[in-house]
């Protein structure tokens, strides 16, 4: 079992900067990439950002140069900065990750991240 909980959403406004943070706890030893999606109204669930144990990075383009993901295998920890905020940005953010050994797909509680015009 791997546990994740988000923290450092809020309300920013356009052109603003905000930064998440997951902290992953149990079983720590069968992960390797992790990632962030978010979830807008009505919309599906879409994958922002992964980073691999080793720190590969992959990026959607609708966040590439704006978001950067970066890892703290010994804190167990990842983390999503974002500038140049836009409203279209406004989601809830989830961590995630999957286990190597047994394929269970891991999601934290999410966090809301609202981007103001």
């Known amino acids: 079992q791997v546990q994740l909980v988000e923290s450092g959403g809020g309300l920013v406004q356009a052109g603003g900067s905000l930064r998440l943070s997951c902290a992953a706890s149990g079983s720590i030893f069968s992960i390797n990439a992790m990632a962030w999606y978010r979830q807008a109204p009505g919309k599906q669930r879409e994958l922002v950002a992964t980073?691999?144990?080793?720190?590969?990075?992959n990026y959607a383009d609708s966040v590439k140069g704006r978001f950067t993901i970066s890892r703290d295998n010994v804190k167990n920890t990842i983390s999503l900065q974002m500038n140049s905020l836009k409203p279209e940005d406004t989601a809830v953010y989830y961590c995630?990750?999957?286990?190597?050994?047994?394929?269970?797909?891991?999601w934290g509680q999410g966090t809301q991240v609202t981007v103001s015009s």
């Open positions: 980073i691999t144990r080793s720190g590969s990075t």
């Open positions: 995630y990750t999957r286990s190597l050994r047994t394929w269970d797909e891991y």
